[in-house]
Each structure stands twice: as C-alpha cells, then as structure tokens.
C-alpha cells in the first residue's frame, strides 16, 4: 500500500511500530549516477521527527543524518522485500520545481 503522509502523520504511523533498522543508501537515490566516485551505505537505529520545522532526523550512537524542509514522505509497505519504502520529499514551499527525493528503506 502506497501513502503520501506529512510528518506528523509518519510520527504517528510509527508510534509503537518504530523501526529496527532505517538503511540509506547512495545508490538507491533518483539522482545518484553510475559514475559519482562516491558510494554510501549508512544504517540508522532510531527515526526522531519533528513538525515544526518539518523535520525527520536519524541517529546511530554519535552518528545523525538530518533531512530539514520536509513537504511530505511517501510510504510504501509493499515495494521492497527489505521492507517499508519511504521516499522523503524535501523542498521549499514556492513549488515543486525544487524537490529533491531521498529513499529510505525501514525494517
């Protein structure tokens, strides 16, 4: 099942379900190319969100990755065999000509 949540609504989809595992991975992006010379996989225990600013913060012991200016998340349960997708559409209000996507995988 496919869903476009707002923050608030991920919060609350997550409350008492909170992930094990959060994975990002520069080679799952829309905008990674085969030949960026660099290649990241970082793996994250903890998903901290925020409403106002709209923001959606993750943390491993003393590592965080922060994605700020959140317009919404979409969330899909049933795309990956790894498990919940969550595309993180980030972006300023003047229109959608800015966004700028970044996928998560939740387990």
Request: charged fraction near 25%; hydrophobic fraction near 35%; include cysteine.
């Given at each position: 099942?496919?869903?476009?949540?707002?923050?608030?609504?991920?919060?609350?989809?997550y409350e008492?379900?909170?992930?094990?595992?959060?994975?990002?991975?520069?080679?799952?992006?829309a905008?990674?190319?085969?030949?960026?010379?660099?290649?990241?996989?970082?793996?994250?225990?903890?998903?901290?969100m925020?409403?106002?600013?709209?923001?959606i913060?993750l943390?491993?012991?003393?590592?965080?990755?922060w994605?700020e200016?959140?317009?919404?998340?979409i969330?899909?349960?049933?795309?990956?065999p790894?498990?919940?997708v969550?595309?993180?559409?980030?972006?300023d209000?003047?229109?959608?000509?800015?966004?700028i996507?970044?996928?998560?995988?939740?387990?």
């Amino acid at each position: 099942m496919r869903r476009i949540m707002s923050v608030g609504d991920l919060k609350r989809y997550y409350e008492g379900r909170s992930p094990r595992r959060i994975l990002f991975c520069t080679e799952n992006q829309a905008w990674c190319k085969v030949e960026n010379p660099l290649k990241a996989s970082l793996a994250f225990t903890s998903m901290v969100m925020a409403c106002n600013p709209n923001v959606i913060c993750l943390k491993n012991g003393e590592n965080t990755l922060w994605f700020e200016r959140v317009k919404g998340v979409i969330v899909d349960a049933e795309r990956s065999p790894l498990g919940t997708v969550l595309d993180i559409i980030c972006g300023d209000t003047s229109g959608k000509e800015n966004d700028i996507h970044y996928t998560l995988i939740a387990s």
